[in-house]
């Protein structure tokens, strides 16, 4: 029988371990500051698995209308989308345009502009041994998408993905992420309207109706998030054997070399790290420096922060809040180990936590073991490069490793002996506006990538086609084999 996408009896073990932990382990439901209500629409859920089973095909034009209406969502609700930012994370609205406006019109609007050069099939040459022929890669569509969005960027993380699904000729059921409850509630009222909802399902909802959705039969899966859940979304997904594209964090090093100019990297490192009061999984997540200079780094640090915020940044209107009370006790616990040198203030009333840099840590602190993702900064001395590689090296590979040289040999040393997802030299968080580099992780950071043409690429299956003709049908590739047949199939293949 034809397993439907609720076909869900009494779930097996392994199936009911995983959801109990993911359940567990995301951001607890429990949460005041979270959306609620599990809500999720069985029928319209079965409509678009029955419609992707059939086969339903999606043309061109409908998908250029589905990125209009994306567009058009941007466009209708720029200023609702700057006003929920605002209360969800406390984002001025400068650097709110610029990352979930700016960059999600952009992204879609490349979209439009290349969609019919990329599924235009793409030839490649037909050997002599399977001529006359012709061979070409065709793009497909997965079939029905999951997306798992997450809070720090709500729209970016939503849209951008989804964008990449429907110009593929996906299907889309899209789970809004409960702690920006202001930026979901928009998209929940209004996202459907501009798609066409035959297609496109917007879900708000917590922890179990995560789990529930993991339950279910789709053909793709995007999560963003936390490597920990990570690990859940795809124990999940290993159920139906459905490909995945996770987006993860990770702790992000910055190796800051002798010959770097401390005031512009300081600037440039404080800018990444305090965007977004330090909830980006591309900041900068802690500094490695000679340590004579560590204290001098610092020192330029405390002057960019305050040049960026004044001397008291929780009145700037460019500094943002904690997304909730929850990573608001996980941050400030952070800083019980080492020594606060800038900062440290914070007023549990009103989710703030000043820009923070934190130093003379030991070795083992948890602030230089799990991801920060907030606004502290460490800094840490070395003796000689080979030692901050060798503690780069030592843990799991990042998804953005920064270097600060004029060095050009040492680039290249360094660029080609750390692993990372994307390598930034001497600037942080630029790799994100320039669409033609993929972003994603490698190992512990992600697997799988987006923006631009790959956003495109994660939806869609790159499909082998050959077509024969029925004329020239050689008996040498046909039983029974002789030794001049043998020799004649190697010149073929050769």
Same mark, same amino acid.
């Given at each position: ?144 998408? *999951? ?28 789970? *809004? ?156 616990? *952070? ?32 602030? *230089? ?126």
């Amino acid at each position: 029988m034809r397993r439907t996408l609720f076909m869900e009896p009494a779930l097996e073990p392994e199936k009911s371990a995983w959801r109990n932990i993911f359940v567990s382990q995301f951001i607890p439901a429990s949460n005041p500051e979270s959306v609620v209500e599990d809500c999720i629409p069985r029928d319209r859920l079965e409509q678009l698995r029955k419609a992707v089973d059939a086969g339903v095909a999606r043309p061109i034009s409908w998908r250029l209308a589905q990125l209009d209406g994306l567009l058009r969502f941007v466009n209708d609700h720029e200023d609702g989308m700057l006003a929920a930012l605002k209360a969800d994370l406390g984002r001025c609205r400068a650097e709110a345009r610029l990352a979930d406006i700016s960059m999600v019109r952009s992204e879609i609007r490349l979209i439009q502009k290349n969609l019919r050069r990329w599924l235009q099939p793409r030839v490649v040459r037909t050997p002599l041994a399977a001529q006359p022929g012709k061979s070409w890669i065709q793009q497909e569509p997965f079939g029905l998408a *999951l997306i798992l969005g997450t809070w720090n960027y709500p729209f970016q993380q939503i849209l951008i993905p989804l964008a990449g699904a429907l110009a593929a000729g996906n299907a889309a059921v899209v789970k *809004l992420p409960e702690s920006a409850r202001h930026s979901a509630a928009l998209m929940a009222a209004q996202l459907e309207r501009y798609v066409d909802a035959e297609a496109v399902i917007v879900i708000s909802g917590g922890p179990e109706t995560a789990s529930r959705l993991l339950a279910c039969r789709f053909d793709k899966i995007f999560f963003t998030g936390s490597g920990r859940i990570g690990r859940v979304v795809m124990a999940a997904a290993a159920a139906n054997l459905t490909p995945v594209t996770l987006e993860l964090g990770g702790k992000n090093p910055v190796i800051v070399a002798a010959d770097a100019p401390l005031d512009v990297t300081a600037r440039r490192i404080a800018w990444g790290r305090f965007m977004n009061t330090g909830q980006l999984c591309v900041a900068p997540d802690y500094v490695l420096v000679p340590e004579h200079l560590r204290l001098p780094l610092i020192e330029e640090i405390r002057s960019a922060i305050e040049s960026f915020y004044g001397p008291d940044p929780k009145r700037s209107d460019s500094y943002g809040r904690i997304v909730n009370r929850t990573h608001f006790a996980r941050l400030l616990a *952070l800083l019980n180990e080492g020594r606060i040198a800038v900062g440290g203030s914070s007023d549990e009333e009103d989710r703030y936590i000043a820009p923070t840099v934190i130093t003379d840590l030991p070795a083992d602190a948890a602030v *230089l073991q799990e991801e920060i993702f907030g606004p502290i900064l460490p800094v840490v001395g070395y003796g000689e490069l080979d030692e901050a590689l060798a503690l780069i090296r030592s843990r799991p590979k990042p998804l953005v490793f920064h270097l600060f040289t004029t060095n050009r040999r040492l680039q290249q040393r360094l660029i080609g002996s750390v692993s990372a997802g994307s390598v930034i030299v001497n600037d942080v968080l630029v790799s994100q506006v320039i669409q033609g580099l993929p972003f994603g992780g490698v190992g512990d950071s992600g697997m799988g990538s987006f923006h631009g043409r790959y956003s495109f690429d994660a939806f869609s299956h790159a499909k082998a086609v050959v077509r024969r003709s029925f004329r020239a049908d050689l008996d040498v590739r046909y039983p029974p084999f002789t030794d001049i047949k043998d020799r004649i199939l190697q010149w073929l293949l050769s």
